[in-house]
């Protein structure tokens, strides 16, 4: 089992940069696929991008490809998630994931943190 803390959401203006983290705990972190989600108010949970547990493998949505970047630290037991460009509709709360296959789908993935919010002001 893995517990999930995630931090650096806040308020940016269009165009500008954050840095999400997400800390886990547990020893079994560099076992698991972890991802970012993020759902804005009245729509579903969407995915934003994945890394596998060596780091070999990431897939973006097509939404960010180009303006966020995934990575990890497994010695950190850290994963990031480096926004650039942002846009208002960017607008959400962000969550951290874990799970074991490097899938797009919020069933995919078995524990998540309890998000952070990242604001996009036009």
């Known amino acids: 089992q893995v517990q999930l803390v995630e931090s650096g959401g806040g308020l940016v203006q269009a165009g500008g940069s954050l840095r999400l983290s997400c800390a886990a705990s547990g020893r079994t972190f560099s076992s698991y696929v972890m991802g970012w989600f993020r759902q804005a108010p009245g729509k579903e949970r969407e995915f934003v991008a994945a890394?596998?547990?060596?780091?070999?493998?990431?897939h973006y949505a097509d939404s960010v490809k180009g303006r966020f970047t995934i990575s990890r630290d497994n010695a950190k037991n850290t994963v990031w998630l480096q926004m650039n460009s942002l846009k208002p509709e960017d607008t959400a709360v962000y969550y951290c994931?874990?799970?074991?296959?490097?899938?797009?789908?919020?069933?995919?993935?078995?524990?998540w943190g309890q998000g952070t919010q990242v604001t996009v002001s036009s």
């Open positions: 994931a874990a799970g074991s296959f490097l899938g797009t789908r919020v069933q995919q993935y078995a524990y």
């Open positions: 890394i596998s547990w060596s780091g070999g493998n990431i």
